[in-house]
């Protein structure tokens, strides 16, 4: 009951919180980060531990799904160059330099030190999205970090669990290591298969309530039938994601999709709340349990793992900007060379988020330095969300970015497209309503070649929605006035929920957290 009313009171700060983060252009896991620590600190907070294994299910799976569901195999090829170099060497290197830090400065196991950069190495494209989106940025430089968190996150906990491993196996080189080289092609292989199958049952059930909690069952289950069979269980559920997002949205209804996505935004949302609260209740912990003199130590070793992450991205990136556009005047670059201030900006977009916090939580409970690198990992949650997060608007605004319209052009060439193909489908037809349908039709074709969306500027579609606005008003003055029951009521109000998405101009319908 402790741990419930915790998780209620948190939710309650995020949402008096998010408030500012909409208000004032902050990431909104900038200031879930706050609120969680600001629980953490109230006098009554429950001492609550998750169980390590459950940390990794509960928390990682679902996000990698999500990440993986949105990249597809195509954004991988045609940016294959850029995303190595953030996803495999940037966060290679950042696991390895705080690894050195970790050594040096605090005496932990190299298997320890290896399992902190692992944890501190992954940026969370959640963070730094929620403030692109409010920017007209390169459209490259968006797909690509974009991109990167799904690998960042395959790559660091690939690090984590090999080094976990190695930490409670005395012949990780001779058994272990084997054991991981077979569990990655069987992970592989794994999440295909499952994701076949789910193809075959769920367009079943699509459409159903049973369906959207298959999806949460398909989820977790693979991420638990991986680790049963001691396969790699972050491989299976990013390539199970990937062969979902390729061929079950076309057949999907729009009703079984619009609701899928509202519950996975809001699901992935609640772990990010859960997360934070976890991660902060134990390092509040952690912290009453340490004796000042380690503490002080623990702090200043945070401050040192925090600054190292910062140092290294940054300097990575920058320096494959230097390389790339040394190869790009000798000819010998394949892809186009990053200008510098999109480097920077990639560069000074590596918050930490809720993959750092879940795997942090992961560690067991006996393993060494588990409070020192708890408190680190927060420490870098914290501080690139705080330092990272509240300058990123900053920065893109000194940098000054030239309009990409790119993204617009490609928009309007597909929606006259999609009209065009309409138009054909109404050829020939002479009767009133196929007359009156192809002069809406027309009338969008003219807009959408203008680059512009129709139902931002038809009047028809203005019309549509104050017509909805008058019909919902009846509806409820016949309701209050008893001449309908609530059943017809909650009908005829879906109906014109419909009719209202319909008729909203883009951006409108989407979730603003999101």
């Given at each position: 009951m402790a741990f419930f009313e915790s998780m209620l009171t948190l939710l309650l700060v995020a949402i008096v919180f998010l408030q500012f983060s909409r208000r004032f252009r902050i990431p909104y896991p900038t200031m879930l980060s706050l609120a969680g620590v600001i629980v953490a600190a109230v006098p009554w907070a429950p001492e609550i531990a998750i169980d390590p294994d459950l940390a990794l299910a509960l928390l990682v799976a679902p996000v990698l799904f999500d990440a993986a569901y949105d990249l597809p195999p195509r954004t991988l090829r045609r940016n294959w160059m850029p995303l190595l170099s953030l996803a495999a060497i940037a966060v290679v290197l950042t696991a390895a330099a705080v690894a050195v830090v970790g050594v040096t400065?605090?005496?932990?196991?190299?298997?320890?030190?290896?399992?902190?950069?692992?944890?501190?190495?992954?940026?969370d494209a959640a963070a730094a999205t929620a403030m692109l989106d409010r920017f007209a940025l390169p459209r490259q430089t968006y797909v690509v970090l974009k991109g990167e968190s799904l690998l960042n996150d395959a790559v660091a906990l690939l690090i984590f669990s090999a080094a976990v491993t190695a930490a409670a196996s005395p012949t990780f080189f001779t058994g272990a290591l084997a054991e991981l080289a077979l569990a990655v092609p069987g992970g592989l292989i794994l999440g295909y298969l499952l994701g076949r199958l789910y193809m075959v049952v769920g367009l079943k059930l699509a459409g159903t309530l049973g369906?959207?909690?298959?999806?949460?069952v398909a989820t977790f289950g693979t991420w638990i039938i991986a680790e049963r069979l001691h396969l790699s269980a972050i491989l299976a559920i990013v390539v199970y994601?990937?062969?979902i997002a390729r061929y079950m949205p076309?057949?999907?209804?729009?009703r079984h999709r619009i609701h899928s996505y509202s519950v996975w935004e809001?699901?992935?949302?609640?772990?990010n709340v859960l997360a934070f609260l976890l991660m902060g209740l134990q390092a509040r912990q952690i912290v009453l349990d340490l004796d000042p003199g380690r503490l002080n130590f623990a702090?200043?070793?945070?401050?040192?793992v925090f600054a190292t992450v910062i140092a290294v991205r940054l300097t990575w990136v920058l320096f494959y900007n230097r390389a790339i556009n040394f190869l790009a005047?000798?000819?010998?670059?394949?892809?186009?060379?990053?200008?510098?201030?999109?480097?920077l900006l990639a560069g000074w977009c590596g918050m930490r988020g809720l993959v750092t916090l879940a795997t942090a939580l992961a560690l067991p409970i006996d393993f060494p330095d588990r409070d020192i690198i708890l408190l680190s990992a927060l420490a870098v949650v914290l501080g690139t969300l705080i330092v990272q997060g509240l300058t990123l608007g900053s920065l893109i605004r000194f940098l000054n970015f030239e309009p990409d319209t790119s993204l617009d052009r490609d928009l309007a060439r597909a929606r006259v497209a999609l009209i065009d193909a309409a138009l054909a489908e109404l050829a020939g037809g002479e009767d009133e309503s196929t007359r009156i349908l192809r002069d809406v039709y027309t009338s969008e074709r003219k807009i959408a070649a203008d680059g512009k969306h129709p139902r931002e500027v038809s009047k028809l579609d203005k019309q549509r929605r104050n017509v909805i606005v008058a019909k919902r008003a009846k509806l409820a003055a016949m309701r209050r006035a008893g001449e309908i029951d609530d059943d017809?009521?909650?009908?005829?109000e879906q109906e014109l929920d419909w009719a209202e998405l319909g008729a909203l101009p883009p951006g409108r319908d989407e979730i603003v957290e999101s």
């Amino acid at each position: 009951m402790a741990f419930f009313e915790s998780m209620l009171t948190l939710l309650l700060v995020a949402i008096v919180f998010l408030q500012f983060s909409r208000r004032f252009r902050i990431p909104y896991p900038t200031m879930l980060s706050l609120a969680g620590v600001i629980v953490a600190a109230v006098p009554w907070a429950p001492e609550i531990a998750i169980d390590p294994d459950l940390a990794l299910a509960l928390l990682v799976a679902p996000v990698l799904f999500d990440a993986a569901y949105d990249l597809p195999p195509r954004t991988l090829r045609r940016n294959w160059m850029p995303l190595l170099s953030l996803a495999a060497i940037a966060v290679v290197l950042t696991a390895a330099a705080v690894a050195v830090v970790g050594v040096t400065m605090a005496g932990l196991p190299i298997a320890a030190a290896v399992a902190l950069g692992a944890i501190v190495a992954p940026p969370d494209a959640a963070a730094a999205t929620a403030m692109l989106d409010r920017f007209a940025l390169p459209r490259q430089t968006y797909v690509v970090l974009k991109g990167e968190s799904l690998l960042n996150d395959a790559v660091a906990l690939l690090i984590f669990s090999a080094a976990v491993t190695a930490a409670a196996s005395p012949t990780f080189f001779t058994g272990a290591l084997a054991e991981l080289a077979l569990a990655v092609p069987g992970g592989l292989i794994l999440g295909y298969l499952l994701g076949r199958l789910y193809m075959v049952v769920g367009l079943k059930l699509a459409g159903t309530l049973g369906g959207t909690l298959l999806e949460f069952v398909a989820t977790f289950g693979t991420w638990i039938i991986a680790e049963r069979l001691h396969l790699s269980a972050i491989l299976a559920i990013v390539v199970y994601a990937m062969v979902i997002a390729r061929y079950m949205p076309e057949r999907q209804t729009a009703r079984h999709r619009i609701h899928s996505y509202s519950v996975w935004e809001a699901a992935v949302f609640l772990l990010n709340v859960l997360a934070f609260l976890l991660m902060g209740l134990q390092a509040r912990q952690i912290v009453l349990d340490l004796d000042p003199g380690r503490l002080n130590f623990a702090v200043t070793f945070a401050a040192a793992v925090f600054a190292t992450v910062i140092a290294v991205r940054l300097t990575w990136v920058l320096f494959y900007n230097r390389a790339i556009n040394f190869l790009a005047a000798r000819g010998r670059a394949k892809q186009a060379a990053p200008t510098f201030a999109t480097s920077l900006l990639a560069g000074w977009c590596g918050m930490r988020g809720l993959v750092t916090l879940a795997t942090a939580l992961a560690l067991p409970i006996d393993f060494p330095d588990r409070d020192i690198i708890l408190l680190s990992a927060l420490a870098v949650v914290l501080g690139t969300l705080i330092v990272q997060g509240l300058t990123l608007g900053s920065l893109i605004r000194f940098l000054n970015f030239e309009p990409d319209t790119s993204l617009d052009r490609d928009l309007a060439r597909a929606r006259v497209a999609l009209i065009d193909a309409a138009l054909a489908e109404l050829a020939g037809g002479e009767d009133e309503s196929t007359r009156i349908l192809r002069d809406v039709y027309t009338s969008e074709r003219k807009i959408a070649a203008d680059g512009k969306h129709p139902r931002e500027v038809s009047k028809l579609d203005k019309q549509r929605r104050n017509v909805i606005v008058a019909k919902r008003a009846k509806l409820a003055a016949m309701r209050r006035a008893g001449e309908i029951d609530d059943d017809v009521f909650h009908m005829l109000e879906q109906e014109l929920d419909w009719a209202e998405l319909g008729a909203l101009p883009p951006g409108r319908d989407e979730i603003v957290e999101s």
